[in-house]
């Protein structure tokens, strides 16, 4: 039962912006806090951004923080993360997740359950 998908990854020249988007299904998204985590190979998964459960509270990573901004449209069942200047470092496959045991944002991994299958992001120099 696929319950996060995430769209909107792909190649970028170093500036330019993406908006990622994570479709949830009504279970897993309602009241819960969600969040953007971004890994690459060989590497931990990283922390890059969260939500609390209305989405008038926010975290970020300090090295996205001005650059990238976290939303949610509880209407559609989705939340977004728009990426503005984009920089090489940012390369990662990107995932999204769904946090139910807590409704204010998390920057801990281990606090949520559900995971999205992860989007490639790419920014070429």
């Known amino acids: 039962q696929v319950q996060l998908v995430e769209s909107g990854g792909g190649l970028v020249q170093a500036g330019g912006s993406l908006r990622l988007s994570c479709a949830a299904s009504v279970r897993t998204f309602i009241g819960n806090a969600m969040g953007w985590f971004r890994q690459a190979p060989g590497k931990e998964r990283e922390f890059v951004a969260a939500v609390d459960w209305s989405g008038s509270s926010t975290d970020y990573v300090d090295s996205v923080k001005g650059r990238f901004t976290i939303s949610r449209d509880n209407a559609k069942n989705t939340v977004y993360l728009q990426m503005n200047s984009l920089k090489p470092e940012d390369t990662d496959v990107y995932f999204c997740?769904?946090?139910?045991?807590?409704?204010?944002?998390?920057?801990?991994?281990?606090?949520?359950?559900?995971w999205g299958q992860g989007t490639q992001v790419t920014v070429s120099s």
């Open positions: 997740a769904a946090c139910s045991k807590f409704r204010m944002q998390q920057t801990n991994e281990h606090a949520y359950e559900y």
